[in-house]
DNA sequence: CCGTTCCTGGAT
DNA sequence: ATCCAGGAACGG
């Protein structure tokens, strides 16, 4: 569900909703969520979001202390704002109640969602968010940093490498096939085929779809929501993410639907040509 | 690198 | 009944 775009309006979205709310309880109903090994969220209680960051597809959240509250919303998670307390819903996982009977509830049909509890120093210890590669968005994000990434893997499919948050930090599939279809690259091209002139591209997409998406408030395909309960608008520019059997809107014939690297991969044969078969 | 797994619900 | 889903860790 949430990729980089999706997250980051639901940063912003709490921004608005949270500060100077004191929490008064801190409520667990799937302890799943919660990751082994981190703090009691009941440590919480007393205190108020202050802090509101981002890394890739992961929101930190600080509370004015050491502590740090970490959260993937994976394939369904919804971190949702509510101005007064609701009936607990069936998908309903976590809940913060604050002191003037608002509440902010976690719910995550799948329960993929991970919740970590730690400190700045424990950041190192959460899996995943430890060896993210760059924001995209990152002023030092550059094709030269894309290249030097790849470098070693130069017969990866480029739709795995740009899946692989290793690499670069927030691209899921919706993005990572509109960023190939912006770049004219098929994504079953072989790294070590790409032109510098295509992995020039690749970078320069991921920079202007990503932004553009966010100034849109992210993509609504299925669940996706903001804290505020509002879609988002991006699924209305998509050019190829399930639009298997349109026309393409650049040369106008059928976009194809493919498997790689296990995920539904939507591309126009023509504006995307396939690797060679030497590649 | 690939498949599997964690879950539930919607589409076919 | 079966397959598929926007994520990512894990094992072989």
Redesign the pocket.
């Known amino acids: 569900?949430?990729?980089l775009p999706?997250v980051e309006t639901v940063r912003r979205s709490l921004l608005q909703l949270l500060p100077q709310k004191k929490i008064t309880a801190v409520e667990v109903f799937k302890p799943?969520i919660i990751a082994a090994g981190g703090a009691d969220l009941a440590q919480l209680v007393g205190r108020e979001f202050v802090d509101f960051g981002r890394r890739?597809?992961?929101l930190l959240f600080g509370f004015g202390g050491d502590e740090r509250l970490v959260v993937?919303?994976?394939?369904?998670g919804k971190l949702l704002y509510h101005a007064e307390a609701l009936p607990r819903e069936?998908?309903d996982h976590v809940r913060f109640a604050f002191a003037d009977g608002s509440e902010l509830v976690y719910n995550d049909?799948?329960?993929?969602g991970r919740f970590w509890l730690t400190d700045e120093q424990g950041l190192t210890e959460v899996?995943?968010?430890n060896?993210l590669g760059m924001e995209p968005l990152d002023e030092e994000f550059s094709a030269e940093y894309w290249r030097s990434r790849v470098a070693k893997?130069?017969?990866?499919?480029v739709k795995?490498a740009l899946?692989d948050?290793?690499i670069v930090?927030?691209?899921?599939?919706?993005?990572?096939d509109e960023v190939l279809f912006a770049a004219g690259v098929h994504p079953e091209r072989?790294?070590g085929s790409l032109t510098a002139e295509e992995d020039s591209k690749l970078a320069a997409a991921m920079q202007q779809i990503l932004a553009n998406a966010i100034a849109n408030r992210?993509?609504?395909?299925?669940?996706?929501v903001d804290g505020n309960n509002e879609k988002?608008g991006y699924q209305n520019f998509l050019q190829v993410?399930?639009k298997k059997g349109q026309p393409c809107p650049n040369c106008g014939c059928t976009i194809e639907?493919i498997?790689?690297?296990?995920?539904?991969s939507f591309f126009c044969p023509v504006c995307q040509h396939p690797p060679k078969s030497h590649e």
């Open positions: 569900m949430p990729e999706e799943q890739g597809k992961y993937h919303l994976r394939m369904t069936k998908h049909i799948r329960a993929f899996s995943g968010l060896s893997r130069p017969r990866a499919m795995a899946l948050q290793h930090a927030g691209l899921g599939n919706i993005y990572a072989p790294i992210g993509t609504t395909f299925r669940d996706y988002g993410f399930q639907r498997k790689v690297a296990g995920r539904s």
